[in-house]
Each structure stands twice: as C-alpha cells, then as structure tokens.
C-alpha cells in the first residue's frame, strides 16, 4: 500500500514538469493517493474490528470449557463427599479397636477432601489464564482422594 503513495508521488512530480497537462496530472495523482490513504485506513479499520470479534469469541468459548470443567469438577468432588459420608458411617459401626483404627483414615480423607475444596474454589473464579494449572491440580487431588477412599473402603471389607 506504502508503495502505491510512493508511486503516485513520482508520478505527481515528473508530471509536475509538464506544464498545464502536467497540473492535470499531478492533480489526478494526488486524488489517487489519497484514495489509497483512505482505503488503507478502511481496511485497517476492518481489519482491527475483525480482530475484537475473534477475540471476543476466543474468550466466550474458553470460559464456556471453564465453566464445564468447573461443572464436572463439582461433580466428582459430590461424589467423593457422598463416598466419605457412607465410610464414616460405616467406621462408626465397627466395633473396637478397628473403629480407632480407620477413623485416623476418615480424618485423612477429610483433609484431602478439604484441599480439593479449596482448589475448586480458586478454579471457579480463575483468570483465563490460571484456570488450566488450577484443573489440573484438581484433577491430581480428586485422584489421590479417590484412591484413598477406596484403600479405605478396601480395609472395611
């Protein structure tokens, strides 16, 4: 585009030289270039709008898989809690020195749970950014916590 300016430019002055014919054409030259000047700043102004748009939709569409993640997240983390809850009432049906024993097993788990808890939260509202390390460490969470509760349950068995 730079060089369609540049271009009308020498045109403008060789043909400056040329007398009366030569106004004509330096006129012509210069309606042209500022022809061009205008459609570079249509385009750029299409082009910047275009831009906003995608990245409007990019930022729609990733807090969409946020708030899907967010969703399941909470559903394992429900289910994990429902898991716990039966456990302990199991643990508490269980006679001595077996109930002192895997009580120590429900408190872990609670505490694991309480960490998983934590994390949802931040991954709730994080930064678009942040989110995905945050899942993922969830993710890490809810599979250790899972796994300790069935090493639990195992025990009661």
Do not use: H, R, Y
Not at 49 to 62: F, H, N, P, R, Y
Request: aromatic residues 2%; proline residues 1%; glycine residues 6%.
């Amino acid at each position: 585009m730079n060089k369609l300016v540049v271009s009308c430019m020498c045109i403008m002055v060789a043909v400056a030289s040329c007398g009366e014919q030569g106004d004509k054409a330096a006129a012509k030259a210069k309606e042209m270039a500022n022809s061009a000047a205008g459609a570079a700043q249509s385009a750029a102004g299409t082009v910047k709008e275009k831009a906003s748009e995608v990245a409007a939709s990019a930022k729609d569409a990733a807090g969409e898989l946020q708030a899907t993640a967010v969703t399941q997240a909470t559903e394992m983390l429900n289910a994990a809690k429902v898991k716990i809850d039966e456990l302990s009432k199991k643990v508490d049906s269980q006679s001595e020195p077996m109930k002192t024993s895997l009580k120590s097993g429900i408190e872990s788990v609670k505490t694991q749970l309480a960490g998983a808890e934590k994390t949802l939260g931040e991954f709730k509202t994080a930064a678009a950014d942040k989110w995905q390390s945050l899942k993922s460490q969830f993710t890490d969470q809810i599979g250790k916590l899972n796994s300790a509760i069935s090493e639990l349950a195992a025990k009661l068995k």
